[in-house]
């Protein structure tokens, strides 16, 4: 086996998706969606779902070794836990540690339009700001734990975590065409920079995932190798372009079977709504596969799985035709992205 300096490698911190404790058999074996990119000494974190923290303790890592977290999105899932490791992660945080850059989407800038199944629309909640990005939600959450962390800076002399939590927005380039409700993904668009250190450069592309937008999906390129994460996305151009030749792609899964089990003969408007959801904003085991045969992706690991307790063979049942390596991660298993690593896992 040939080994790499820097070592670049995924470890699935969390591999359920959806805004739930999954019930029944199998709960409680996957936590909410995480995903540590590994370069070097350096942890990058992908979304923060429910458990992050202790998923990053148990992987053997802590705030201390984030230089960046990265969320696709702002659906509940994928952010629940940003507050705790702000605030728990205080107590790892050394001398001279470099600030944790947050960075996610911006402000949606409008509301999302009512289902078509609504009699009457909803009323929003929070009229002053019901939309808020990456920047305002980091804030909100700070303020809302200000009693908390006041005790602690003031009497404990702890740090602040607005001294080491950076947050900021992704600016989507102008001339794109991207509207939140007009043209949340708009074609033919152009991967764009959101981030780069010595170790990295990562690059987002728009996803299909309505009714949030932006929504975004993320390449992580080193110099020996690179992972794209796709976020919460229905097959979409956009992905196949950026995850073009990537070593890894890790990709969101629905098993539609559940959905018309939960869903299909409640006969409730709530009901249908949400398989409009589903179908209209998430993909299939075989619809990510197609997708990442035409990518020429070397690796395809399925995460984000809903429902959360799956069996296994459920989803591996679906990869006996896909031409590289097919993979369905449990919770903290680690995956190489190096390009001439021959191996499909490395130790952590």
């Not at 949340?184 to 937008?213: C, G, M, N, Q």
């Not at 799985?305 to 919770?331: C, K, Q």
């Amino acid at each position: 086996m040939q080994s790499t300096s820097l070592r670049p490698h995924v470890v699935t911190l969390g591999t359920a998706g959806g805004p739930r404790w999954w019930t029944g058999e199998n709960a409680g074996k996957r936590a909410g969606i995480a995903t540590a990119v590994v370069v070097g000494e350096a942890v990058y974190l992908v979304d923060a779902g429910t458990g992050v923290g202790n998923q990053l303790m148990k992987a053997g890592y802590s705030t201390a070794d984030l230089r960046g977290i990265f969320l696709t999105h702002l659906h509940s899932d994928h952010t629940i836990d940003l507050a705790s490791l702000a605030i728990f992660g205080l107590f790892t945080i050394g001398p001279g540690q470099k600030p944790v850059h947050i960075i996610g989407p911006g402000n949606r800038g409008a509301l999302p339009p009512a289902s078509p199944r609504a009699t009457t629309p909803p009323t929003p909640l929070f009229a002053h700001n019901p939309t808020p990005g990456t920047v305002d939600m980091f804030d909100h959450l700070m303020q809302a734990y200000a009693t908390d962390l006041n005790d602690r800076v003031i009497d404990a002399l702890r740090p602040s975590p607005l001294e080491h939590f950076i947050a900021s927005d992704i600016q989507i380039p102008a001339g794109t065409g991207y509207h939140p409700n007009e043209n949340p993904t708009p074609a033919d668009f152009a991967s764009f920079e959101i981030y780069r250190d010595e170790l990295v450069t990562v690059t987002a592309t728009l996803v299909k995932h309505p009714p949030i937008a932006p929504a975004f999906a993320f390449r992580f390129d080193t110099a020996e190798g690179s992972v794209t994460i796709s976020g919460d996305t229905a097959p979409c151009e956009n992905l196949v372009e950026l995850a073009r030749g990537t070593e890894l792609l890790l990709h969101e899964a629905i098993d539609f079977d559940w959905v018309q089990e939960k869903f299909g003969n409640v006969g409730t408007a709530d009901a249908q709504a949400s398989m409009d959801h589903h179908h209209g904003s998430h993909t299939s085991a075989t619809q990510a596969i197609e997708m990442a045969e035409r990518a020429g992706v070397a690796k395809l690991a399925l995460h984000h799985l809903v429902p959360g307790t799956t069996p296994i063979s459920t989803w591996l049942s679906h990869g006996a035709g896909f031409s590289g390596t097919y993979l369905v991660p449990d919770d903290l298993d680690v995956i190489s992205f190096a390009r001439t690593h021959i191996e499909t896992t490395v130790a952590p």
